[in-house]
């Protein structure tokens, strides 16, 4: 048996859109005329995220100094991030065409998303794919991260794929792709910036998933 193992944050989910939409609600929900221009806040938010290497209570720590927030906390603000976010979470254009078409391969399909639980699952479920996941793994849940094989393994042997016949698709050059091909799978780097450089470690590249979709259909 073979699989296709996705990323969740840019590779089926439009985070950097997602975001861009909670932190725009979130800028006009703080009733509190200190957030005056939303734009800039939306924007400092974006910025200070940094494709969310920096975690949110760093993030509000600063947007409440720098846009002198009254009345609400690191905490408020993280909670109803966590508790929020879902709300915001779009697919990635082109996600569902790519997970049929490979389920129409008959591929089992999983996720392995670096991340906290249960935060992660929640964006994930609220993507509608889940009828099509056979597995979700996160890593704060199994207490290993991409790039380190032993997640993308425990992903294979928990849907009881062969490693070496299965597909990983990322937009990570390193988390991703290069942890993949350690863990001795086929590669598939899908990065949102058009700009962005090629990945030595992958063995195909699409900056559309609508160009993966077809890919995957006019193969065996
Ligand atoms: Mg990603």
Do not use: M, Q, R
């Given at each position: 048996m073979r699989a296709a193992l996705f990323d969740l944050?840019?590779?089926?989910?439009?985070r950097s859109g997602s975001l861009r939409d909670f932190a725009n609600w979130q800028a006009t929900e703080i009733?509190?005329?200190?957030?005056?221009n939303t734009t800039l806040f939306v924007e400092r938010f974006i910025e200070l995220d940094q494709n969310g290497v920096v975690w949110k209570d760093k993030v509000y720590e600063s947007l409440i100094c720098e846009f002198n927030i009254?009345?609400?906390s690191v905490e408020d603000l993280l909670n109803t991030y966590l508790e929020r976010f879902r709300d915001f979470c779009k697919p990635r254009h082109g996600a569902l065409d790519v997970i049929q078409a490979f389920a129409r391969k008959e591929y089992k399909i999983a996720l392995v998303s670096n991340g906290k639980t249960p935060f992660q699952e929640n964006n994930f479920q609220a993507l509608g794919f889940?009828?099509?996941?056979d597995c979700v793994i996160i890593s704060d849940a199994v207490g290993i991260r991409k790039p380190d094989k032993a997640i993308f393994e425990l992903a294979c042997k928990s849907i009881n794929a062969d490693i070496s016949a299965s597909v990983f698709i990322g937009d990570?050059?390193?988390?991703d792709i290069k942890g993949a091909k350690d863990a001795g799978m086929a590669t598939i780097y899908v990065p949102t910036d058009p700009q962005q450089e090629p990945c030595r470690f992958a063995d195909k590249t699409f900056y559309q998933l609508s160009d993966l979709a077809a890919h995957i259909e006019a193969n065996k």
């Open positions: 944050d840019e590779t089926i989910l439009d009733p509190d005329s200190s957030i005056s009254k009345g609400y889940n009828e099509f996941f990570n050059p390193v988390a």
